[in-house]
């Protein structure tokens, strides 16, 4: 776990490049849900999403090394990809960065743009990653994993910001992917000593998590196939399942139909863009229902591909 030196530690290095993301109680979602709903925007990032932070960190504490890593490597969907490359440029590092085929062009886009350098292999997530550890080896970079410490405690401080700016929060959604996000609000938490209740979210199209939640063990998927791309994981990270056992109520499916159902409900009721992650955590709660207390949903991100919002927006026109 990542105690409160270590995530005030992150921030410090976190507000060096970018300023708190707000958080808003929307009406028109508190009449949506039947209940007071808190949306914490991260969103509002530098790249549109609250991997930046865990990027921002990690980098940060390897440019102080003595000697500093020839060059970084990591492999992503998209979000961790454009943390690690915009960290890499700020601190003089070069990076590459191993995608699926067929990843969202945008996000390809805006990793080169941040100065990476991108390899694409394998059908998905899970194999990228492996070939981005194998390269690793072959070329002597330091391979940054899904779920190092360092980006832990760097995205555990937007938990930090929602926890100190609501008091009193009942019960938080947050989505699943490596797990880095929803151990950083277990983190932040526990490190304030409070109560509230933390609620993971997944694909029901890319489940591993879900499964290995009930059965308090890893379980692995074949497929993880769901427009909401940054949790199409197949394989759980056990150090994440290891504090998500520990530390969360529970964990809630949803469907991509019901994403789609939130990325519209948040068009529409907060003209937010949120992704498809993003909109998961509104998807739960409306599928679960009014819950008691104040509620929060994390919206982790807004980099969704402009042909695949179009299409979404427009099935739900009337």
Same mark, same amino acid.
């Given at each position: 776990m990542i105690g409160q030196d270590e995530l005030e530690a992150? @921030?410090? +290095?976190v507000y060096a490049a970018m300023l708190p993301t707000p958080q808003y109680a929307w009406p028109l979602l508190? +009449?949506?849900?039947?209940?007071?709903?808190?949306v914490k925007h991260e969103n509002h990032t530098p790249t549109g999403a609250f991997k930046i932070r865990g990027g921002l960190n990690l980098v940060g504490e390897l440019a102080a090394r003595t000697p500093r890593p020839a060059g970084i490597i990591t492999a992503t969907r998209g979000n961790h990809g454009q943390s690690i490359a915009l960290a890499a440029q700020r601190h003089g590092f070069s990076c590459t960065v191993v995608v699926p085929h067929g990843n969202s062009s945008d996000k390809n886009e805006a990793m080169r743009a941040f100065g990476a350098t991108l390899v694409e292999f394998g059908r998905d997530f899970d194999e990228a990653r492996e070939h981005a550890g194998l390269l690793a080896r072959e070329r002597d970079l330091h391979f940054v994993g899904p779920f190092d410490r360092e980006l832990v405690a760097g995205v555990g401080t937007y938990a930090l910001e929602l926890l100190r700016a609501v008091p009193g929060l009942d019960t938080i959604y947050v989505p699943i992917g490596c797990g880095s996000g929803i151990c950083g609000l277990v983190s932040a938490r526990d490190a304030l000593g409070l109560k509230t209740r933390v609620v993971g979210v997944v694909s029901a199209h890319a489940n591993c998590y879900a499964q290995s939640f009930a059965a308090k063990r890893a379980v692995q998927t074949?497929? @993880?196939d769901t427009l909401a791309d940054g949790m199409a994981v197949r394989v759980p990270v056990p150090a994440a399942l290891d504090v998500i056992l520990r530390g969360v109520e529970r964990i809630v499916e949803v469907t991509d139909a019901e994403v789609e159902g939130a990325i519209r409900a948040l068009f529409s009721d907060t003209h937010q863009v949120a992704e498809g992650a993003?909109?998961?955590?509104l998807a739960a709660l409306v599928k679960e229902?009014?819950?008691?207390?104040?509620? @929060?949903?994390i919206l982790s991100g807004g980099n969704i591909d402009r042909a695949l919002y179009a299409r979404i927006?427009?099935?739900?026109?009337s």
């Open positions: 992150a @921030a410090a +290095r508190a +009449r949506r849900c039947i209940g007071e709903v808190w074949d497929r @993880a993003g909109a998961a955590p229902g009014p819950q008691p207390g104040r509620t @929060a949903l927006l427009l099935a739900g026109w």
